[in-house]
């Protein structure tokens, strides 16, 4: 009979299994959804325990288009390896369920990333970016008036982004 882990280690433990198992590049916001959502730790629990792991080599943050991608180091998979057994079989079946339950719209969340600065002279500088296997693929800044334009702009980026690079793919390669 397996001897279950708890408190800080058991979420430790959840973070390295559920990065491993994502086959993404994942932010942390990403694992928290995942294991707040599933009601298997706390945002200071949660804190403290990515920090640690970070700190003791087992996670690695890898800079990308969307932010800080966390990574599982050697040290990471072989202490997932020895302890993986530690976390009950139903939290494991869980955190499966939810990654590919939601796998499509965190790849699209690190696919698609959205900035916006205020402009010395006003209005702001919106940056949309779309990004394939860490390589950007479609880069768009545009100064608009308004914050609110922005916001907008940047909430619509998600959806209108496929639209708008097949669009442009698509005029710029007509033989006139």
């Known amino acids: 009979m397996p001897i279950f882990s708890h408190g800080d280690v058991k979420a ?3 973070i390295l299994y559920f990065v ?4 993404i590049d994942v932010s942390a916001e990403q694992i928290y959804a995942c294991l707040f959502a599933l009601d298997y730790t706390d945002y200071f629990t949660f804190c403290g325990a990515i920090a640690e792991l970070k ?3 087992f996670l690695a943050e890898v800079p990308r288009a969307f932010g800080q991608s966390c990574k599982l180091t050697l040290s990471g998979k072989e202490a997932l390896e020895l302890f993986e057994e530690s976390i009950p079989q139903s939290e494991r079946e869980s955190i499966r369920r939810y990654i590919a339950e939601h796998s499509v ?3 699209q ?3 698609l990333s959205s900035s916006m600065e205020p402009l010395d002279e006003g209005g ?3 940056c949309l970016v779309a990004s394939e296997q860490n390589r950007t693929i479609l880069e768009i800044k545009m100064q608009v008036a308004s914050r609110e334009t922005a916001m907008i702009m940047r909430k619509n980026w998600a959806e209108e982004s496929c639209f708008i690079y097949d ?6 390669l007509k033989e006139r």
């Open 124 to 126: 702001y500088m919106v």
């Open 20 to 23: 491993r198992g994502a086959k």
């Open 12 to 14: 430790k433990l959840l």
């Open 167 to 172: 669009t442009l793919y698509s005029h710029l």
């Open 109 to 111: 969340e690190t696919q």
């Open 105 to 107: 719209r965190m790849q």
């Open 55 to 57: 700190e003791d080599g």
